[in-house]
C-alpha cells in the first residue's frame, strides 16, 4: 500500500481506524483519503485498507 508517499506492506485487510492507530494516528484528528474518495470519520472502523489501495492522511494541527 503506498500512504503519503511511503509504501507500507499490509499481511491483511486492515480497518482505517486500525491502521492509523498503528502508524500512531489519532483518528479524530485526521482526514483520510484512499484512492481519491474521502473515507468519512464515521466509517473509519467498516472501511477496510488493502495492499494495493493508495491513501493520504491530513492530520490537522493547531496553532495560533
Known amino acids: 500500500m503506498k ?5 507500507i ?3 491483511a485487510p486492515v480497518s482505517v481506524r486500525a491502521f492509523l492507530l498503528e502508524q500512531g494516528y ?3 484528528r485526521v482526514a483520510v ?8 470519520r464515521a466509517d473509519f472502523d467498516k ?3 488493502r ?3 493508495t491513501v493520504e ?3 490537522f494541527v ?3
Open 3 to 7: 500512504c503519503s508517499g511511503k509504501e
Open 9 to 11: 506492506h499490509l499481511e
Open 26 to 28: 489519532q483518528p479524530e
Open 33 to 40: 483519503e484512499r484512492n481519491g474518495q474521502i473515507v468519512r
Open 47 to 49: 472501511e477496510l485498507l
Open 51 to 53: 495492499e494495493e489501495d
Open 57 to 59: 492522511i491530513v492530520h
Open 62 to 64: 493547531g496553532g495560533g
